[in-house]
């Protein structure tokens, strides 16, 4: 094991103690606090180790509420910014992001149409992922249409006017929606929020998160050669478009199931892979379980940080704005040598 795997191993593990950290924290805080005795005999009587039933409000609270949205949390983080250091190292760009190719604008516009039209909730998520993927579908079809020696700075390019046209069109939602019912609730849906989550929401987002997993981690040593550009990737033998179509149908089906059951939330993707590569570097075999953990991390301090600072929960796309930002201006000001 080399020094960077050490590193790697290091910073993977207090990446890990983190998270259990923060995880139990989260499940013992809110409006209805439980004591760490209490979080300690529910653990313990869940494995086994420990008899005797928790307080019955405390395991309600714990089992339908506080722990599945715990886990949402998780998840969310996790899947945002591995397809965010999917995004980045393909197209070699640090300000690309998972909505680059306007993903998340059209999980938007179809959970918007959901709502108009006063579907179930489970309607409503499928058309966000539905939205999504039909997004990026379009664009990628419009800029295969298009020959031209960049193929990346086309996909880009369409993806912003794709992007664009689903903003207009989910406005165009807006002006249509019921102001005093419809419309409030297409706002606070686009600004993001794990409050209604349960496990039955992520029951349905875990198998397309696992699946999309899997090409990420297969062809990650690929990635690494993606990063070098076509030419190089031809001459070691790989196919980049056909590679590049994989990667971003998987990083597109993340997004779309993230954004599906926790609506739009913007910097974890942009931001944290930023993060990840300063701590372990740019070889994807290292960033992409290092950007999962630190993108869980951030996104469960965010969404605990957004229920329990005021007596109103916070939408979470607020508080990432904040916070994401600032960090990445920062970013920028201590990255002078450039990204590679």
Known sequence: MDR??????????????????????AASIGQYPISWDDLAQYIAASIGMAEGPLDATASLVLTEVRLPRVAAA??????????????????????????????????????????????SIVMIQLFAFVGGLLTVAVVYL??????????????VLSGIVIGSLAGASLSLVKILADPYDQLPAITFWLLGSFAAIDRGDLTAALPACLVALVPMILFRWRMNVLSL??????SLGINPGQTRVILIAAATLMTSAAVAIAGVIGWVG????????????????????????????????????????????????????FIGAPVFVWLLFTTRRGWQ
């Open 4 to 25: 960077t795997d050490t590193v790697t191993a290091v910073w993977a593990l207090s990446l890990g103690a983190l998270l259990i950290g923060l995880s139990l924290l």
């Open 142 to 155: 419009l800029a295969s249409r298009i020959q031209r020696q960049d193929p990346t700075l086309i996909l």
């Open 74 to 119: 998780i998840v969310a983080g996790a899947v945002l910014a591995s397809a965010g250091a999917v995004y980045q190292g393909m197209f070699r760009n640090p300000l690309v992001s998972p909505d680059i190719l306007g993903v998340s604008t059209g999980a938007g516009l179809g959970a918007a149409l959901g709502i108009l039209l006063s579907l």
């Open 229 to 234: 550009g076509d030419e190089e990737a031809k």
């Open 270 to 321: 942009l931001v944290t892979p930023h993060i990840a590569r300063m701590m372990v570097g740019p070889n994807f075999s290292r960033l992409l379980p290092i950007s999962m953990l630190l993108g869980a991390c951030f996104m469960l301090l965010v969404d605990t940080v957004a229920r329990t600072l005021t007596q109103t929960e916070t939408p979470i796309g607020i508080l990432t704005a």
